[in-house]
């Protein structure tokens, strides 16, 4: 089945150090592929997507590319900020039965300190 | 405009009672997905209803669990007899129109312990 594999948290840097965090995927089509971020006691916002491969998506200073030749979508941040603390989870997405069904990764959290 | 609303945000059961989460989406939106997120596992998909409809419930266990969305007032999500394993992090999404996942937009959660 479709799966997401992303790297374990937490993730403590500190404040203005360069952030990666890793996403690889497995689906049997071709997915869309997103980041989304879930701060202390939010529910799961949108961060940035992509959908085609070599697209290269970006908000707020994060940037990941669509990589179909090593099906990988990983998170990066040249400099990071504490108000960047939060659960970054990545996720795919297919068509199925005329919707989107969404899979997701266990999400990495962040921590900056100052 | 309030955001996709979820209560109670944290539910505490002892095993065998039965949980009732609630799921208020975004005004305009009648497209409600409820999702579960274990300990330690990403979110899964659990089922995918419009008013009064429930279009994909491929994801929600086969016996105890239940949803609905009904005409007027919120969605529910039902868990009859509780078990230890129900424990788990719930969020509902909503969107305007069945389509485009980033149109869809999650709630806060709510948190079920079961004792």
């Known amino acids: 089945g479709d799966s997401v594999t992303q790297m374990e948290g937490p993730v403590t840097l500190s404040e203005e150090a360069f952030l990666t965090i890793n996403c690889t995927y497995t689906?049997?089509?071709?997915?869309?592929l997103f980041w989304y971020v879930q701060y202390p006691g939010e529910g799961l916002q949108l961060l940035l997507k992509?959908?085609?491969?070599?697209d290269k998506g970006s908000n707020k200073g994060f940037e990941a590319t669509y990589r179909k030749e090593t099906t990988s979508f990983h998170l990066e941040k040249g400099s990071v900020q504490v108000s960047d603390s939060a659960v970054y989870f990545c996720?795919?997405?297919?068509?199925?039965?005329?919707?989107?069904?969404?899979?997701f990764g266990t999400g990495t959290k962040l921590q900056v300190i100052p | 405009n309030a955001g996709v609303m979820q209560n109670p945000r944290h539910l505490v059961r002892r095993r065998g009672q039965e949980a009732r989460l609630r799921c208020s989406p975004m005004?305009?939106?009648?497209?409600v997905y409820w999702y579960r997120q274990l300990p330690e596992e990403g979110l899964k998909f659990m089922v995918y209803?419009?008013?009064?409809?429930?279009?994909?419930e491929s994801g929600m266990p086969k016996e105890r669990f239940s949803a609905e969305f009904p005409k007027e007032g919120p969605s529910i999500l039902r868990i009859q007899q509780v078990v230890r394993g129900d424990s788990a992090a719930y969020f509902c999404?909503?969107?305007?129109?069945?389509?485009?996942?980033?149109?869809?937009?999650f709630g806060p959660g709510t948190r079920l312990t079961v004792l």
């Open positions: 992509a959908t085609k491969a070599d």
């Open positions: 996720a795919l997405s297919l068509s199925s039965g005329g919707y989107q069904k969404v899979t």
């Open positions: 005004k305009g939106h009648s497209h």
């Open positions: 689906a049997t089509g071709y997915p869309s």
């Open positions: 209803l419009q008013k009064e409809n429930i279009i994909d």
């Open positions: 999404a909503s969107s305007p129109r069945q389509g485009a996942i980033d149109e869809q937009f």
